[in-house]
């Protein structure tokens, strides 16, 4: 069990930095001067400047990625424009929320899947045609994202003799 989480946790690493790099890539291209919106269009020049030295914005694009990274791996998420609080201290404040929340969709998901799938399953026989059972196996040669389960799915093919 500890290699499993072992393993999600580094498969986690590639997703977080992808999912970054992206964000910090697009952001940019968001219209609008983020110094012009956080100040205003009458700010005076010097005030702008300095907002925007503080912000890293008057470096290349290369320097703020690293100050991005570094400052994200240290725990620095930045200060959100709306509340001037740390984001990270927004994120902990609403993550009990954020989890009830997906508790509870988790919870209704099962009430309402598990049911309708064991209808579905009971309504097979009912529904089964052989174009479905030929259909089902050219998908399951030609398909490879269904690689990792095909020895499984074509056993229960073959055992069960129609479209699973």
Request: charged content about 15%.
């Amino acid at each position: 069990m500890i290699l499993f989480f072992g393993k999600r946790i580094l498969q986690l690493v590639p997703v977080l930095w992808g999912v970054g790099t992206l964000v910090f890539l697009l952001l940019p291209l968001v219209p609008g001067d983020p110094v012009e919106i956080m100040l205003g269009e009458n700010a005076q020049v010097s005030s702008k400047d300095a907002l925007r030295a503080s912000l890293h914005l008057d470096r290349p694009i290369s320097q703020q990625y690293w100050i991005f990274w570094k400052s994200a791996l240290h725990g620095n998420l930045g200060e959100s424009f709306l509340s001037k609080k740390p984001v990270a201290t927004l994120i902990k404040e609403r993550f009990p929320a954020t989890l009830s929340l997906a508790l509870a969709a988790m919870f209704w998901a099962v009430l309402i899947g598990v049911p309708l799938g064991v209808l579905v399953e009971s309504l097979k026989p009912l529904l089964h045609t052989k174009s479905c059972h030929r259909s089902h196996r050219g998908n399951l040669r030609a398909s490879p994202s269904c690689t990792p389960h095909m020895p499984l799915q074509a056993l229960l093919v073959s055992l069960a003799g129609r479209c699973l």
